[in-house]
Structure formats: C-alpha cells, structure tokens
C-alpha cells in the first residue's frame, strides 16, 4: 500500500466530522468514494499500461493496522450502528483520529 500523504488530513477531516455527527454515513461514504475516483485518475495518468488493474483506496485506522479496511468494508460496518462490527471499527477511528495516526493508502 503506498501512503497518500496529501488525502490523509481529509479523511481524518471526513472521519472526525462522521463521529461528530455532523456528516451521515452516506456522506462519509460518497466522498470516500470521491477521494478514491481521484486517486484512481491521478494513477491513470502516470501509468496507462495497466488498464485492467484496478487500485482502490484503503484506510488504516491506526498505526498497528497493516491492511487497511475499503470503502466497502467501512459502509458494510456501519450499516448497522449498533453492531458490534460498527462500535469497533468506530472505536478504532476514535483511537487513530486522537493519536494522529488515521491514513490513507491506495493500492
């Protein structure tokens, strides 16, 4: 997974806001997806050989997470707000939102 440096402050912009509720979970998840289109366009333009690779946008909520949860993942667990699933991935965005550590990968 590479690092997306210049995304991550959005995302954890987007994620605070979602757990703020100031945004609902079809908001975080469409401008996820915005996020992810850009990025795939980004790479579409510095490699055209690899038309039938698809590289999605990942998510590693903390610093111990080595692969990252999808945007399908995440709009998955949250269906449900009172599901276990979603109480722990909401925790572990809290964890990795205070100690800075929410980032965004694209592979």
Do not use: C, K, W
């Not at 269906?79 to 694209?106: K, T, W, Y």
Request: cysteine-free; aromatic content about 6%.
């Amino acid at each position: 997974m590479s690092h997306q440096p210049h995304y991550s402050p959005m995302a954890r912009q987007l994620f605070g806001q979602f757990l703020d509720q100031e945004i609902d979970r079809d908001t975080l998840i469409g401008r996820l997806q915005e996020m992810e289109l850009q990025l795939q366009a980004d790479a579409g333009d510095e490699s055209e050989e690899d038309d039938f690779v698809v590289q999605t946008l990942r998510i590693r909520i903390f610093g111990g997470d080595t692969a990252g949860v999808s945007i399908r993942e995440i709009e998955q667990d949250l269906q449900d707000l009172s599901h276990p699933n979603a109480q722990i991935l909401m925790r572990g965005i809290a964890f990795g939102l205070a100690e800075d550590e929410l980032e965004v990968h694209f592979e």
